[in-house]
């Protein structure tokens, strides 16, 4: 497609449960961004990968949440044992970098639930 | 550490009016800054940035912004607002030339009136 894409749209889960949160950025587009945004406030960075690396964990806010990319494409959020604070809408964004300046393309979010 | 407010949770101007939507920034190196704009359901996109050239920026859709290093601020501005401008609008700082140490502010909800 031409723009980044997350899926699902919305994620409804049960306290406790995991839930895998899904981006496919721009063709292309080597740097990939991962942010949470929870009901009125701001975005949160999460972590970003160049290539399929990881150089910035330090914006996950627990050790149940990780992330992995695969082939300079398609990434996965994996948030283990779902809490209620969880619930936010996840955006991925990814980045080309012409004329000297990186621009950044962000998907429609994910927005997740957690009863 | 870097910071981010913006000055107003909400701001409503009328059809043509100046948009003017504040944000003042905390940074202990020369910053990098940004404003985002998200529609109503629609994903975020950037509107402008200030990577340390010119002190005025200009953006998309007739916003701009300028830097004022005295005043630490970034204040976006636009002449004459549409109904279309309605929006959410994020002010971010960064104390890198990339995008994995932005830090967002909280995001000005705009509503214009007819």
């Known amino acids: 497609g031409a723009g980044v894409s997350q899926s699902p749209s919305n994620k409804v889960t049960e306290k406790g449960k995991d839930v895998e949160l899904r981006c496919d950025p721009i063709s292309g587009h080597t740097a990939l961004y991962w942010y949470r945004q929870r009901l009125g406030q701001g975005l949160e960075f999460l972590i970003y990968f160049q290539g399929n690396s990881a150089p910035d964990k330090s914006g996950l806010p627990s050790d149940r949440f990780s992330a992995e990319r695969t082939g300079e494409s398609v990434s996965t959020l994996t948030i283990q044992r779902t809490q209620q604070e969880d619930s936010a809408v996840y955006l991925c964004?990814?980045?080309?970098?012409?004329?000297?300046?990186?621009?950044?393309?962000f998907g429609p979010g994910t927005r997740l639930t957690v009863l | 550490a870097q910071s981010v407010t913006q000055l107003g949770s909400h701001v409503s101007v009328s059809e043509g009016a100046l948009v003017l939507l504040r944000c003042n920034y905390s940074?202990?190196?020369?910053?990098?800054l940004f404003w985002y704009v998200q529609y109503p359901n629609q994903g975020l996109q950037l509107l402008l940035k200030?990577?340390?050239?010119?002190?005025l920026v200009k953006g998309i859709n007739g916003f701009e912004a300028e830097f004022k290093k005295s005043e630490t601020s970034f204040h976006l501005t636009k002449p004459s607002a549409h109904m279309s401008d309605a929006a959410e609008y994020f002010c971010?700082?960064?104390?890198?030339?990339?995008?994995?140490?932005?830090?967002f502010g909280p995001g000005t909800s705009l509503s214009v009136i007819p």
């Open positions: 200030y990577t340390s050239a010119a002190t």
């Open positions: 964004a990814s980045t080309v970098r012409a004329g000297g300046t990186d621009t950044q393309y």
């Open positions: 940074s202990s190196v020369p910053p990098y």
């Open positions: 971010a700082v960064s104390e890198g030339t990339s995008y994995d140490k932005v830090i």
